[in-house]
């Protein structure tokens, strides 16, 4: 008999509806349940494509008697992080304060007043590698909260009151200047893996926020070793194994330092933030390896992420059936050399394995292996090698296909919006510009409410129940923006302001700091706020990125000031931990450069237009129309001149002569 969340939307929950647990979504019924009833709350929290996660369901929470267990001692409480991110990062935050360590499944023990007092994240069916297990943990918990209660109190206190003292240093001392973004710079050289590119140790994840820094960092002042990180990783991913050779698209991050294995569920928020990276790169290198990367990705999020609504789903799980009905990571994008020759017969099969690295004892398991394109040689056979991608793509599709969590969520739409508008302008692909649309209008529709304010979720048309936090506001408004000017329709400058009103009005607090959720969002035991970067850009400095941007095309001093205000933050831990504020510096060096704003008055499309969204300066704004309307502010009272299409570019109050020479265009924008 399902449980209560047969009711939810999220794929994540609703994998867990059938479980003989007694699930509860996260609700104030559930807390009142538990204080009625005087036992802990048991809080799971995963997501849909979670290796891990389903191998806890399915050892522990399919399991009857462990069920049973859980449904006499405890209220159990199931949270999808995707769809709650503020529960996720209240929790998380006290998990990596007690074990100094974090991840997901998620497991954390609370009192009925949300308090925990207890922690971990996957826990075994029985004790191995010095692990206890399941049912030991839920029977010590059970066991301290009936016999030491003032114990299990005290702990929760404590721990409560820790959390609640941890104040945010949020560099108050002004903002971050030339010598912050050099010192952020060299604490980037030192922690560059100089044989196998990218940072630190393994596990690796893609850089992306890391690596927009550097290319900003290149372009404001030339330096040739930011550049040369940010070309050199991107290719080493673009070879490894992360990246999908067949079909396009980065799986999420490499569990080996030398991007070879990777973990292999593929999130959209990877895709989109790669997308643009990709893309940005071309455009300052004109790499061809990076246009065919930006293209397959984007064409892999239209292609495989693409709800029929017009948004983009959240992921695609790490597993897939096997053939033999097992569900194993990795199963639908892995090969053996046998599996080669079946597919291609013996001398293509012998080519495949050279030119894609497969080998016989495999660089995964079980004798199988990941593609990569290690080879460099320009000797290839470049037709016979698209000709067996084409008849391994096609094999391949005979297989199960990884599950799909197609839920909508509004701040890695707005990602996959910017990225799909701006490599569609690039590389002349409409097609591409007219998807990023479409997703806009979805969360118009959907996401945002009469006032502005934004779901989190939607799923099959319809919002979930979940309030938009920081990052949905910024990474949208980012998005809205970023289609504002290829586009020309100032109607997203419009909604992008709306949306940054609501962030000036509900999650700012003193000093220019900013709050992850609303100021009349549920109160949790802690108001989650974190401006370093995780897999996404934090909300943080995502805001302050279009807090920026919109007051350079509008000319608003609370949006500037705002702005600045959040940059604080950038100088207090950009030279001390560059790796985790990417986002950040990258907005820095935009607000170091002006930003640019480049009004282009003629026809959208035109090869000024383009000339302006290929120039290279930091964080540019672009706004390009018919002069006279009163969609883009830039564009007022700047005419063609001679009737010929013309570009206006001003910075820090200062404007130079206009132009209608492209070339010229470009040597103002660096381009």
Known sequence: MPNRLAHETSPYLLQHA???VDWWPWSPEAFDEARERGVPVVLSVGYSSCHWCHVFAVESFEDEATAAYMNEHFVN?????????????????????????????????????AEPFYFGTYFPPAPRHGMPSFRQILEGVVSAWTERPDEVAEVAGRIVHD???????????GLPGEQDLAQAL??????????YAGF?????????????????HHARTGAEGALQMAAETCEAMARGGMYDQLAGGFARYSVDRAWVTPHFEKMLYDNALLCRVYAHLWRATGSELARRVALETADFMVRELRTAEGGFASALDADSEDGGGKHVEGAYYVWTPAQLREALGEQDATFAAEYFGVTEAG???EGASVLQLPRTDDAVDRDRAADVRARLLAAREERARPGRDDKVVAAWNGLAIAALAETGAYFDRPDLIERATEAADLLVQVHMGDDARLSRTSRDGRAGDNAGVLEDYGDVAEGFLALAAVTGEGVWLEFAGFLLDIVLQHFTGEGGQLYDTADDAEQLIRRPQDPTD????????????????????????????????????????????PRFIGWGLAVAEALLDGPREVAVAGPVGSGLHRTALLGWAPGAVVAAGETGGAEFPLLVDRPMVGGAPTAYVCRHFVCDAPTTDAGELARKLGG
């Open 77 to 113: 409480v199931k949270v999808d992080r995707e769809e709650r991110p503020d529960v996720d990062a209240v929790y998380m935050e006290a998990v990596q304060a007690a074990t100094g360590q974090g991840g997901w499944p998620m497991t954390v023990f609370l009192t009925a007043d």
């Open 18 to 20: 059938d479980n003989p």
């Open 186 to 195: 060299l604490g980037l050289t030192r922690d560059y893996d100089e044989k």
């Open 363 to 365: 660089t995964f398991e």
């Open 200 to 216: 630190g140790g393994a596990p690796k994840f893609p850089p992306s926020m890391t690596i927009e820094f550097l290319l900003r």
């Open 534 to 577: 995780s897999a996404t850009p934090a909300g943080w400095t995502a805001a302050a990125g279009a807090l920026l941007s919109y007051a350079a095309h509008t000319g608003s001093e609370a949006h500037r000031a705002a702005a600045e205000g959040a940059l604080g933050v950038v100088k207090a831990l950009g030279p001390r931990v």
């Open 163 to 173: 959390l609640a003292g941890r104040s945010l240093a949020h560099g108050g001392e």
